[in-house]
């Protein structure tokens, strides 16, 4: 089935109501802030939020306590992701005891799930906006509702998507960094891996057209952008609906001027198609790191969690990727903890992450999701072994990763400049105003210091020393 698409820059409703907020504040300054939990995904649809809030007249603000509006977009995949998501719905009735004007608003997959938007609605009464995911649409006219009426059952908003086969294009988006951007090349997932939520709450799988992606990508690069990763999640089943192969939408966008490189995320084993592993070798743009989740290391248990690969088809691949390719790095996701995992299953998590030599991965410890297969399997592991489980993959990964990184010390290497670091830099804050940060082509961050701010620029930099996952250079003049 062909996705429907809304087209935002001339949908009715949604653009009056952007004006209609825009009269209701006039001269007045507004602020928005947006909290983002989740994947990439999620950061990126973070922009489109904000895009929109912009139109209807909100400037960002750092600072959440000066918003005038404040939406969180959330995140279910675990556990903790939610924990801390109602943590902070706490801390925001106090933004709003102070300030009753305030306009909450809350989205994303967390939300998307009807008994938690439902809970939402009935208990958090300082929440004025609850949509689910692929909702955006309906972001300007919920804004409105909750600033024009009194009547808290006309003033409060609660709108889930139920068509699976839709895509917004044009949605405003406000980019947080100009040099490097995201790309979403499709929205949902049909794997239903028997321990994940992201199929109940992103829907079917649909592609975006290969014109609109492109037309994108020209646009981007017009406006500076250097770097582009498509977005998906599972974006090399793109194009299936369409007759049209994710490998060749990378080759169109490999031709595309000024575009210098290119990546994308999430890959799943099962869907790498020769044609893909090829392009690796075709596609100068295309850079030679590629995330891979395993998830598992033993074949029973990735067949338990309906991923549709085993060790072997998976060795196969990397075996492939690495002939073609053979400077490629690979980073990955794995969980612990699976209900019936062995000491023996675990120990064939670590024996893979000993044979793939990954140069980061993404570790964590299962966490049961409500309407999923795997929440009602027998045998679940108790939380204190999959914690110790935890700990020793982590204590093997770190190793592999610094051996990974101390190989670079000595070498030269290409980076695309991100340009200065600020005190909130995750890896490394500073305050030095000429310090500065750029990735290499495997995905690694190289901090250096020059006199000018090298922004978008492509650098060659002597890496000089590596602390954990990330480097320290000099640039070569
Ligand atoms: N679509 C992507 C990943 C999406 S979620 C893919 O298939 O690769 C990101 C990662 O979260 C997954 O790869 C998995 O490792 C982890 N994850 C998903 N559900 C989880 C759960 N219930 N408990 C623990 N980790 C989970
Ligand atoms: Fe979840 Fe599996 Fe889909 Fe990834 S491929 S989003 S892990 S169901
Ligand atoms: Fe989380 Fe939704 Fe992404 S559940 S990981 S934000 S797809």
Known sequence: MKPSIIDLSQHKEFNEYISKVNALSGEKKLYQYVYTFGCQMNVHES????????????????????????????????????????????TLSHFKAKKPE?????????????????????????????????????????????????????RRTLYLDH????????????????VCSWLTVMYGCNNFCTYCIVPYVRGRERSRTPEAILNDARLLVESGTKEITLLGQNVNSYGKELDYS??????ELNKVDGLERI???????????????????????????????????????????????????YRNIVKKLRNVRPDIELSTDLIVGFPGETDDDFKATLDAVNEMQYSFAFSFAYSPRKGTKAAVMEDQIPEPIKKERLNKLIDLQ???????????????VEILSEGRVGA????????DPMRQVGRTRTNKKVYFTADNDTNGQLLQARITNSVSVTLGGELLK
Request: charge should be negative.
């Open 398 to 412: 770190n190793s592999i990763s610094q051996k990974i990184s101390a190989n670079y010390v000595g070498k030269t």
């Open 424 to 431: 909130d830099d995750e890896a490394s804050p500073s305050n």
């Open 263 to 313: 990546r994308f995320m999430t890959s799943h084993p099962k869907d790498i198609s020769d044609e893909l592993i090829n392009a690796f070798g075709e596609c100068d743009k295309l850079c030679e790191h590629l995330h891979l989740p395993l998830q598992s290391g033993s074949s029973d248990i990735l067949s338990k969690m309906n991923r549709r690969y085993d060790m072997d088809t």
């Open 163 to 178: 068509e699976d086969m839709t895509i917004c294009e044009n949605t405003p988006i406000l980019r947080a960094k100009g």
């Open 246 to 251: 994710f490998a060749k939408l990378i080759k």
């Open 47 to 90: 922009e489109m939020i904000q895009g929109i809030l912009l139109k209807c007249g909100y400037e960002p603000t750092q600072n959440p306590e000066s918003a005038d509006v404040i939406m969180i977009n959330t995140c279910c995949i675990r556990e903790h992701a939610e924990s801390k998501i109602l943590g902070l719905l706490g």
């Open 102 to 154: 305030l306009v909450i608003g809350i989205c994303g997959c967390m939300t998307q799930q009807e008994e938690f938007a439902k809970k939402i609605k009935s208990k958090f009464h300082h929440v004025d906006i609850i949509l689910g995911t692929n909702s955006s649409q309906k972001l300007p006219e919920s804004l409105y509702r909750a600033l024009t009426q009194q009547e808290s059952k006309k």
